[in-house]
T-cell receptor
Framework: NAGVTQTPKFQVLKTGQSMTLQCAQDMNHEYMSWYRQDPGMGLRLIHYSVGAGITDQGEVPNGYNVSRSTTEDFPLRLLSAAPSQTSVYFC?????????????FGQGTRLTVV | LAKTTQPISMDSYEGQEVNITCSHNNIATNDYITWYQQFPSQGPRFIIQGYKTKVTNEVASLFIPADRKSSTLSLPRVSLSDTAVYYCLVGEGEAAGNKLTFGGGTRVLVKP
């Protein structure tokens, strides 16, 4: 059981380039989310989805797009990379419709924008 | 979402019990209290969740007083591998799993 898989693990981009961070889960979770974590800080929510075809913005959505065409996949797109987007990105998934909501996180993608 | 306050860092020694207290004065009636652990270069990992009184699992215990304005995560007999950042989160159970709000966390260093 792979859980939540993120690719790539590391990426260097030039300012202005675009790219897609991939996230896939094999637990049939309805909920999926993207977070970024800057050095020495907690995670901040970028975008989230409560099911296929449904997405919404989190705390820091500017510069990022998401889509949810399947239950399993939730890619995060950087439209035009900026140095301020240098961060570690985590994808998470969780069940819906249950009181105890344990979120499962991927191993992260470390992104550097130069 | 309720704001949480927890110590920035704590030091301990192997075999000791570590207690981390989190304040959440404006916790709402529907809010649950959840703790996550994060090792360097890894994503956070769920430790424990509770609503009131005491919850215990194989990893930790969570103590919640009657007014629910604070909570204490207790890690029994810590080892070096318990060195990590611990986050206290407060939010509605179902919604909280999808839209987690992380503060700065408590950096726990376990010394030999």
């Amino acid at each position: 059981n792979a859980g939540v898989t993120q690719t790539p693990k590391f990426q260097v981009l030039k300012t202005g380039q675009s790219m897609t961070l991939q996230c896939a889960q094999d637990m049939n979770h309805e909920y999926m989310s993207w977070y970024r974590q800057d050095p020495g800080m907690g995670l901040r929510l970028i975008h989230y989805s409560v099911g296929a075809g449904i997405t919404d913005q989190g705390e820091v959505p500017n510069g990022y797009n998401v889509s949810r065409s399947t239950t399993e996949d939730f890619p995060l797109r950087l439209l035009s990379a900026a140095p301020s987007q240098t961060s570690v990105y985590f994808c998470a998934s969780s069940y819906s419709g249950t009181v105890y909501t344990e979120a499962f996180f991927g191993q992260g993608t470390r992104l550097t924008v130069v | 979402l309720a704001k949480t306050t927890q110590p920035i860092s704590m030091d301990s020694y192997e075999g000791q019990e570590v207690n981390i207290t989190c304040s959440h004065n404006n916790i709402a009636t529907n809010d649950y209290i959840t703790w996550y652990q994060q090792f360097p270069s890894q994503g956070p990992r769920f430790i424990i969740q509770g609503y009131k009184t005491k919850v215990t699992n194989e990893v930790a215990s969570l103590f919640i007083p009657a007014d629910r304005k604070s909570s204490t995560l207790s890690l029994p007999r810590v080892s070096l591998s318990d060195t990590a950042v611990y986050y206290c989160l407060v939010g509605e159970g179902e919604a909280a799993g999808n839209k987690l709000t992380f503060g700065g966390g408590t950096r726990v260093l376990v010394k030999p």
